[in-house]
Structures are given as structure tokens and as C-alpha cells.
């Protein structure tokens, strides 16, 4: 399937179901790599590159939530380390939308029906602003506090 197919049969779906433009949930969700699949079920396709995305955030809000237990790299604890209680269960809050997301995918895994699938990325669309907009003010924290600690750090004595 060539990159303008997808997107005139993707328009047909977004007509039927108010979904988002296509610029815009390739823009979020990288789907314009769909064209590079032959696909039968186009929103079934649709659906598992957002839910791709939903698990890459899943999984890295799970290490900084409990990185022991999630074999996290090293420089996590230092991040972990930075996060106030705030951000924490701004995290906490996030993680649980990720993971209904997920779960009402891996439920359409099971039994798909066209409907469904565009409801999920509806859905998804709309929450994944919330989601974007928690990540940025928390990788935000991030980037000042491991600033702030970088310069205590080279000012301490080894001697």
C-alpha cells in the first residue's frame, strides 16, 4: 500500500467515525508506516501502532514508577531519586490511563469489530494529550532537578 492509498482509505474511516486527521495521528502515532504493510483491517492496524506507542510509555513511566523491579538502566535511579510526591502521583495518574488503554486494546486483540476500533482510537487521541502534556511537565522536573544535582555533585570534597 502506497503512503496516499492509506491515507484515501483512512479518510474513509475518519469521515465515517469523526476520527482525527490522518496528518495528525500519524504526527502522534507514527501510523503513516501502516503503508508500509499490506493490511486487511486498516483500523485493526491503526490500533495496535497507538497501542505500540501507549506500551513505550507504559513501560517507561513502570521503571521510574518501581525501577528494581523493572530491571531499569542506572541512570533511572538518579531520575527516580528527583521525582517529588507530586510528580509521582502525576505519574501514577498517567500510568493508569496508559494501562486502561492498553488493556481495552489487548481486549480488541481478542475480538475485533470495526466500531470498536475506531472508538479505542478516539479514545486514545483524546487522552494521549493528557498523557503528552503530564510526560512533558514531568521530563521538564527532570531536566532542571539533574541540573541542579549535577552542579551539587562536581562541588563535593573527594579528599
Not at 507530586?86 to 496508559?98: F, G, M, N, P, S
Not at 478516539?122 to 498523557?131: F, I, P, Y
Request: aromatic letters at 12%; zero cysteines.
Amino acid at each position: 500500500m502506497t503512503l496516499s492509498e492509506l491515507k484515501k482509505e483512512y479518510s474513509v474511516f475518519e469521515k465515517k467515525y469523526n476520527l482525527p486527521t490522518f496528518s495528525k495521528m500519524s504526527e502522534e502515532f507514527d501510523i503513516d508506516h501502516v503503508a508500509e504493510r499490506d493490511v486487511e483491517f486498516l483500523l485493526r492496524e491503526i490500533r495496535r501502532y497507538v497501542n505500540d506507542k501507549v506500551m513505550s510509555y507504559l513501560r517507561f513511566i513502570e521503571m521510574l514508577l518501581n525501577p528494581a523491579s523493572a530491571g531499569a538502566p542506572m541512570f533511572l535511579f538518579s531520575l527516580t531519586k528527583l521525582l517529588s510526591p507530586e510528580k509521582r502521583v502525576q505519574l501514577e495518574k498517567t500510568y493508569a490511563i496508559l494501562a486502561r488503554l492498553n488493556l481495552d486494546s489487548l481486549s480488541l486483540d481478542i475480538v475485533s469489530q470495526e466500531k470498536e476500533e475506531a472508538a479505542f482510537i478516539l479514545r486514545a487521541h483524546k487522552q494521549w494529550k493528557d498523557v503528552v502534556e503530564s510526560l512533558q511537565d514531568v521530563m521538564k522536573d527532570f531536566q532542571e532537578n539533574w541540573d541542579q544535582e549535577s552542579k551539587r555533585n562536581t562541588k563535593s570534597y573527594f579528599g
